[in-house]
């Protein structure tokens, strides 16, 4: 098993910038990628980011690509997603995701989630 604990969220004016930390412990050897998604209220959970611990590859939903910027560190089984230029809509539940298989933007496959950290933007 995996356990997946996030960080940093907030309130935060628009415009502003917040940084979110996930740390995983348990198994993570079996980790091989970890992503970011959000929830917002009555809406269904979408895609933000993901970075594969080969090659640390990046990839970014293309709605949010240049304001949101994903890096990790496979040896200290670490994630973060710093976002920038934050606008009201981006108000949401974060949460931290980790895989065993190849990187992928959909929710269902990944295996390991955390419990999620709020965001909330102010305009």
């Known amino acids: 098993q995996v356990q997946l604990l996030e960080s940093g969220g907030g309130l935060v004016q628009a415009g502003g910038s917040l940084r979110l930390s996930c740390v995983a412990s348990?198994?993570?050897?079996?980790?091989?990628?970890m992503g970011w998604f959000r929830q917002a209220p009555g809406k269904e959970r979408e895609f933000v980011a993901r970075?594969?611990?080969?090659?640390?590859?990046?990839y970014y939903s293309d709605s949010l690509k240049g304001r949101f910027t994903i890096s990790g560190d496979n040896t200290r089984n670490t994630v973060t997603l710093q976002m920038d230029s934050l606008r009201p809509e981006d108000t949401a539940v974060y949460y931290c995701?980790?895989?065993?298989?190849?990187?992928?933007?959909?929710?269902?496959?990944?295996?390991?989630w955390g419990q999620g950290t709020q965001v909330t933007v102010s305009s």
């Open positions: 995701a980790a895989g065993r298989g190849y990187p992928s933007s959909f929710s269902y496959d990944y295996d390991y």
């Open positions: 348990g198994r993570t050897r079996s980790i091989e990628a």
């Open positions: 970075i594969s611990w080969i090659g640390h590859s990046t």
